[in-house]
T-cell receptor
Framework: QKEVEQNSGPLSVPEGAIASLNCTYS??????FFWYRQYSGKSPELIMS????GDKEDGRFTAQLNKASQYVSLLIRDSQPSDSATYLC????????????FGTGTQLKVEL | DGGITQSPKYLFRKEGQNVTLSCEQN?????MYWYRQDPGQGLRLIYY???????QKGDIAEGYSVSREKKESFPLTVTSAQKNPTAFYLC??????????????FGEGSRLTVL
């Protein structure tokens, strides 16, 4: 089982809709979770972090964490064409110190 | 402006040649990282360094080497022992605290193609 699993997509949503991106992980002891956005040919940028069960909102973005079920999700409300990118889920494994482990990413396409 | 500079942006190499990718940062960050990204594979950690003159292997270190002689610089050498070196290479840096909060600053990347 991979340490971090994401559906590669592409996930296509119409402009203005809610995009839901999901990530599951295998290390039950992981405590720190992150979402990065990566535009094609560019470097990743951190958009959300979450450490506690529940929801964390930042503008149009909401991160959700459920440690019991070992999944993390990212909701993007009022999706815009500029949100079209690959979204990478990342976490710090138990005993991983300060190293991030990344998922393979989900490609999101927001269509006009 | 502070940031991370990677060079070259594009590099072509013949099989059997070693190449060195440059990574320089002026953010005064202690920690630096090298990741490799292949299509559909996400980012995989090659090497990382938390302090000058010290570095550790990541998940896919075979066929690569690094040095950390200066705080600002963390060059990556892709050796001829790396069987499939064609990939997008990303360098990142962080403060010691930033690594735990996911605050990695990435360079623009270097795309290596083996001919």
């Amino acid at each position: 089982q991979k340490e971090v699993e994401q559906n590669s997509g592409p996930l296509s949503v119409p402009e203005g809709a809610i995009a839901s991106l999901n990530c599951t992980y295998s290390d039950r002891g992981s405590q720190s979770f992150f979402w990065y956005r990566q535009y094609s040919g560019k470097s990743p940028e951190l958009i959300m972090s979450i450490y506690s069960n529940g929801d964390k909102e930042d503008g149009r973005f909401t991160a959700q964490l459920n440690k019991a079920s070992q999944y993390v999700s990212l909701l993007i409300r009022d999706s815009q064409p500029s949100d079209s990118a690959t979204y990478l889920c990342a976490l710090i494994l138990t005993g991983g110190g300060n190293k991030l482990t990344f998922g393979t990413g989900t490609q999101l396409k927001v269509e006009l | 402006d502070g940031g991370i500079t990677q060079s070259p942006k594009y590099l072509f190499r013949k099989e059997g040649q070693n190449v060195t990718l440059s990574c320089e940062q002026n953010l005064n960050h202690d920690a630096m990282y090298w990741y490799r990204q292949d299509p559909g594979q996400g980012l995989r950690l090659i090497y990382y360094s938390q302090i000058v003159n010290d570095f550790q292997k990541g998940d896919i270190a075979e066929g690569y080497s690094v040095s950390r002689e200066k705080k600002e610089s963390f060059p990556l050498t892709v050796t001829s022992a790396q069987k499939n070196p064609t990939a997008f290479y990303l360098c990142a840096s962080s403060t010691p605290q930033g690594a735990y909060t996911g605050e990695l600053f990435f360079g623009e990347g270097s795309r290596l193609t083996v001919l």
